[in-house]
């Protein structure tokens, strides 16, 4: 299975963009590449996914490198209530295991 | 909609005993998965149904887990003789029909063993 790699934490300042990487060198051609994040207490909820091109939604933006080896989840305005851990997870088209690695824990200064 | 809903939301038992963790996933949705949380760590893949069926066992961490679907909707996850290294938070959730690999995955809240 692919591997990612996060770092453990980061910091942003409230309502400024947050840019968060993944590194995922031994990407597969048919690997998708997910975001999950988790706030405290509750269970992952889904935040975006792509496969090679960026991919823009209500909750964030995805911009996947040229070589697909890295990736960056990009929140535009980070607020108090985007506190949590998020998780970059790799899955092959056709399988059904997300592989979790420990996430990057984003905090919010208010 | 209703999404996907655990019971119970913490169990407390006692080493040696069975539970049994039940997960009632998002209607229509045909795939399952159960993920275990330890504290402090990220989500490790125990099992997968799709329908009834469990195409994928290995995830379970030894022969006291074991898990079943029944009529394509509710799950159980049973967990004999516990020991302590089974307390954790066991997480379900579920998925609608097509491609895994990209279809959004719902989680529920969770049920937090804890086992003395």
């Known amino acids: 299975d692919a591997k990612t790699t996060q770092p453990n934490s980061m910091e942003s300042n409230e309502e400024e963009p947050v840019h968060l990487p993944c590194n995922h060198s031994?990407?597969?051609?048919?690997?998708?590449i997910h975001w999950y994040r988790q706030l405290p207490s509750q269970g992952p909820e889904y935040v975006i996914h792509?496969?090679?091109s960026n991919v823009n939604n209500r909750m964030a933006s995805l911009a996947i490198a040229e070589d697909r080896k890295s990736s960056t989840l990009i929140l535009h305005r980070a607020t108090l209530r985007d506190a949590a851990v998020y998780y970059c997870i790799l899955s092959t088209s056709g399988t059904y295991k997300y592989i979790f690695g420990t996430g990057t824990r984003l905090k919010v200064l208010a | 909609g209703a999404g996907v809903s655990q019971s119970p939301s913490n169990k407390v038992t006692e080493k040696g005993k069975d539970v049994e963790l039940r997960c009632d996933p998002i209607?229509?949705?045909?795939?399952l998965y159960w993920y275990r949380q330890s504290l402090g760590q990220g989500l490790e893949f125990l099992i997968y149904f799709q329908g009834n069926s469990a195409p994928d066992k290995s995830g379970l961490p030894s022969d006291r887990f074991s898990a079943e679907r029944t009529g394509g909707s509710v799950s159980t996850l049973t967990i004999q003789r516990t020991q302590q290294e089974d307390s954790a938070v066991y997480l379900c959730?579920?998925?609608?029909?097509?491609?895994?690999?990209?279809?959004?995955?719902?989680f529920g809240p969770g049920t937090r063993l804890t086992v003395l």
């Open positions: 959730a579920s998925s609608s029909a097509g491609n895994p690999s990209y279809n959004e995955q719902f």
């Open positions: 031994t990407i597969s051609g048919t690997d998708y």
């Open positions: 209607s229509g949705h045909t795939a």
């Open positions: 792509g496969l090679t």
